[in-house]
Every structure is written in structure tokens, then in C-alpha cells.
């Protein structure tokens, strides 16, 4: 065989695997059943990136349950929510018609192989995980379980075992992503190729949704309460209620500004997530307008 002609052992890994012949990219994500509904955050940052990518990519996600159980749950809630949260998968776009949409616990094999990485990861590589130093922070180091030490490596499991090409994620999961990286190079290093090693597509700074009264964290179903929070599953009076509430900053004028003014340059990034404009397009619409007329408009 010449050299052209000849294949590179990721290649040969996505040859063996079924439906690899498309020749499109394979993407694969998923994001935990945590609550009865998605917010905006969700959606803007995550799954309507997903949707986007069934267009030129083969697409697999998942609703991964038992990183869910890192933390107490009730097992009828839990099941409860993993339902709707593959309802709303499918209500935002996911195709399950093209795209497999399946449920972590449904498949042994990611507690399998996640076992098999553990055995190949070292224990300081896992403590470096900073998602585990801040959760084990707020919860005291002792009270924190051991799987929620491991998660990282249970996400590695469940990227590798599809042979993701591209996995997309929010720059808080960058970390988690290069720990998968270096798992499938060691392991191809040492038993031979095996894993296509993922590229991480980092979601934009824009796609970034902050809590409506603290907008200078992000919108999470984990927030102490929800005044901040738009779930997809709130009737539109509580959504136009909480947009009109939402904290803004001193100064009156409409301008981009995170480090300055992070409660109005978040809902100029909510109002460019849902309509598709130009941040800087906005900020030219309400040049001299209060902040009132933006929230207004936005809900």
C-alpha cells in the first residue's frame, strides 16, 4: 500500500464503527437531568448549539443520569426528570429520527470503561479537577462523595466510548476535556490505538447565560432560588415578570460592558441569543434609551 493510500490508526478505529460511513464528524454531549425544566442557559448555551451541529455532523447525545447521582437524589424524581428532560431535547430539535438520544444508565458499558480509565488515571491528575475542588468546597471535602471526585473520568468514559471527533462544551468543561484527551492518548500509548482522541468545540463567550439577579454568575439549576432564572417550562407572564425584574447596573446607557455592567450586557446577550442580532447591533437600536425599554422589548 503507498503512502497516500495508507490509513492513520484513528481511521481505522471510525472504519469499525457502525454508521462511521457517512464520513461526517461525529459530535457527542448530553447534559444532566438536574431539574424539571432546562433554562435559557441550557438551551442558549448548549442544545441549540447541538441542534446546529445535526446539520454537517453525525450526532449522538445523551441524558447522562448516574453523573447525576453524584450528589443525593430521590430515584423517582430522578427518573421523573430524566423524562422531561428528553422531551424538551426533542421539543428544542434534537431529531431522534437521525440522532440517537439515549440514557447513560441504559448502557452498562460507561461504568465499564470508566473503570478501566480510573486504573489508568493518576490520583493527582484527578485532584487538579478544579469542578471538584469548588463543588467540594461548598458542600465541606468530607461530605463530598468519591463519584463526584471520579466524575471527570466517567465523562471521559462517555466520550470515548462513541469515538467522538468533537465534543461540544462550555469553557468550564475545557479542564474535563483535555483529562479525556490525555486518557485516550495513554491508553492508545500503552494497549495500542484504540480511542479517537476528541477536539473540544468551545461554545463563545456569548452563548454564556447569566442569573438574571447575579449576573455575575451563570444561570444554574444549582442557584439558591430561582428569581433569577428562566426554565423553559415557565408560563410567558413568569418569564416577562422576571426579565422586567432582572438587575441592571449604575448609569443608564445600553452598552456591552461584562467586566462594568454585567446585568445589562447579559440580557444584551440573551436578546442577540433569541433573536440572532448583532450584540453591537442592539446597542445601536437603544443608543439613548433607558434600560426599561430593553427589558420591555426582551420579554
Known amino acids: 500500500m503507498s503512502k497516500s493510500q495508507q490509513t492513520t490508526p484513528e481511521e481505522n478505529i471510525k472504519a469499525k464503527i457502525p454508521n462511521a460511513a457517512t464520513g461526517a464528524p461525529r459530535a457527542f454531549s448530553g447534559a444532566q437531568p438536574s431539574a424539571d425544566s432546562m433554562h435559557l442557559g441550557n438551551y ?3 442544545v441549540n448549539n447541538w441542534v446546529d451541529l445535526q446539520k454537517d455532523h453525525e450526532c449522538l447525545y445523551f441524558i447522562p443520569d448516574m ?13 421523573e426528570r430524566t423524562r422531561k428532560t428528553a422531551a424538551q431535547y426533542i421539543a428544542a430539535g434534537i431529531d431522534p429520527e437521525k440522532t440517537p438520544l439515549f440514557v447513560q444508565s441504559h448502557v452498562p458499558e460507561h461504568a465499564q470503561l470508566a473503570w478501566v480509565l480510573n486504573c489508568i488515571t493518576g490520583y493527582g491528575e484527578a485532584a487538579r479537577m478544579t469542578q471538584f475542588k469548588d463543588k467540594a468546597a461548598k458542600q465541606g471535602t468530607d461530605n ?30 475545557r479542564q474535563h476535556l483535555e483529562l479525556t484527551r490525555n486518557l485516550a492518548q495513554r491508553f492508545n500509548s500503552r494497549f495500542g490505538a484504540t480511542f479517537v482522541v476528541p477536539e473540544p468545540v468551545i461554545l463563545k463567550e456569548t452563548a454564556k447565560i447569566y442569573d438574571l439577579q447575579t449576573p455575575d454568575s451563570k444561570m444554574s439549576k444549582s442557584a439558591t432560588t430561582d428569581k433569577g432564572i428562566i426554565w423553559l417550562l415557565d408560563d410567558p407572564k413568569k418569564t416577562a415578570k422576571k426579565i422586567k425584574g432582572a438587575v ?6 445600553i452598552t456591552y460592558d461584562r467586566e462594568n455592567k454585567p446585568g445589562v450586557s447579559n440580557l444584551l446577550s440573551i436578546y442577540s441569543a433569541v433573536t440572532g442580532k448583532a450584540i453591537d447591533d442592539i446597542v445601536a437600536e437603544y ?13
Open 287 to 299: 443608543e439613548g434609551k433607558m434600560y426599561g425599554h430593553l427589558k420591555v422589548d426582551l420579554a
Open 44 to 46: 442558549i448555551g448548549a
Open 67 to 79: 453523573h447525576s447521582i453524584t450528589v443525593p437524589q430521590d430515584p423517582a424524581v430522578l427518573l
Open 144 to 173: 463530598a462523595s468519591v463519584g463526584l471526585f471520579t466524575y471527570p473520568v466517567l465523562m471521559a468514559a462517555d466520550i470515548l466510548l462513541y469515538q467522538a471527533d468533537v465534543v461540544p462544551v462550555g469553557e468550564d468543561q
Open 248 to 253: 441592571t447596573d449604575a448609569g443608564s446607557e
